[in-house]
């Protein structure tokens, strides 16, 4: 598959720690207003992520040419080395000198409560990375900053490239007019349940409505799968049962990465968003967001018995 995929969004470090306790036991309501608080964390791993980071993970899995296009600090040479090993364009990443990469910090304790800390870094300056003159088939618009979100669609859609729009971790920046204008130069609209409740209210229209200018709106419902707005019609997607849950981090991604590879392999949106929900599936079962390796042999079998499509990947890059 030779056509590129434009990946614009984060790309981040997360280092997540693991407490072997309860936070409860340690944070106390009577001392909160003078809370200080220190815990021991044995385990703890660096795992490469970023939206951008883990569509095109993704997308190299798939065999697809993606192209992230985000912004990193002096950190990050690691994570580059890596996605060129993956087969992974990185001629659209552009590096910050004077900052880190972005990170986040996620303790998380016995019972799955996390507490996280954001550091965007290099993030901030996203809105440099101009994409204008690029050639691609389909392009995505994920969480990264909110100038950078808004200028990356901007370009698209002056230089005709079609675009999925994927409100995600960035829902608390956009106000309802950020959203209509968004909206207004996608094609294809994601979001989660409660992301699409949010799209709704803030808008102050349906997705139905929505949908009728769009070619597609696409809700993911987790176990449950995804709704399909298209041609006026609405359609459940099937979920794919996974093999364990183990770590939901990335599983959005995922889910983006099957997407955009059937459209840009000419799939239909449903062909394209089942494969999504395959993607899914397989990301759930795995520790961290770009650790699962799939067979592409193990996917065409979900897409033909699961779904009934005649559709299917190439079986070598």
Not at 241 to 259: I, M, Y
């Amino acid at each position: 598959m030779s056509e590129r995929i434009l990946v614009c969004g984060s790309l981040a470090f997360d280092m997540i720690a693991v407490f072997e306790g309860r936070f409860k036991e340690h944070i106390l309501p009577e001392h909160v207003p003078n809370l200080s608080v220190s815990f021991f964390v044995p385990a703890l791993r660096k795992e490469y992520g970023g939206c951008a980071g883990n569509i095109s993970y993704n997308l190299a899995l798939l065999g697809a040419q993606a192209v992230p296009v985000g912004t990193v600090g002096h950190d990050a040479q690691e994570y580059i080395e890596r996605m060129q090993t993956l087969g992974i364009d990185t001629s659209m990443i552009q590096t910050i000198p004077d900052q880190f990469s972005a990170q986040c910090f996620i303790t998380t304790d016995m019972d799955s409560n996390q507490i996280a800390s954001f550091h965007p870094g290099a993030m901030q300056f996203s809105v440099r990375n101009d994409l204008s003159g690029q050639q691609a088939a389909w392009a995505i618009v994920a969480p990264d900053s909110k100038e950078a979100m808004l200028a990356h669609a901007r370009r698209l859609q002056q230089t005709g490239i079609p675009f999925v729009f994927d409100l995600g971790q960035a829902m608390p920046l956009f106000d309802g007019n950020d959203l209509n204008t968004m909206i207004a130069k996608t094609q294809i609209l994601t979001a989660n349940d409660y992301e699409a409740t949010v799209i709704e209210e803030r808008t102050g229209r349906s997705l139905e409505h929505i949908a009728k200018d769009l070619e597609a709106v696409i809700v993911t419902q987790g176990a449950k799968g995804a709704v399909l707005y298209h041609r006026g019609t609405k359609r459940h997607i099937e979920a794919i049962a996974a093999k364990q849950v183990l770590d939901p981090t990335g599983c959005g991604d995922a889910h983006r990465a099957g997407l955009l590879y059937g459209l840009s392999a000419g799939w239909s949106v449903y062909e394209a968003a089942c494969l999504g929900n395959i993607m899914g599936s397989i990301k759930i079962a795995s520790q961290g967001p770009q650790n699962h390796q799939p067979e592409r042999a193990h996917i065409n079998k979900l897409l033909k018995e699961h779904y009934h499509l005649k559709v299917a990947l190439p079986l070598s890059a």
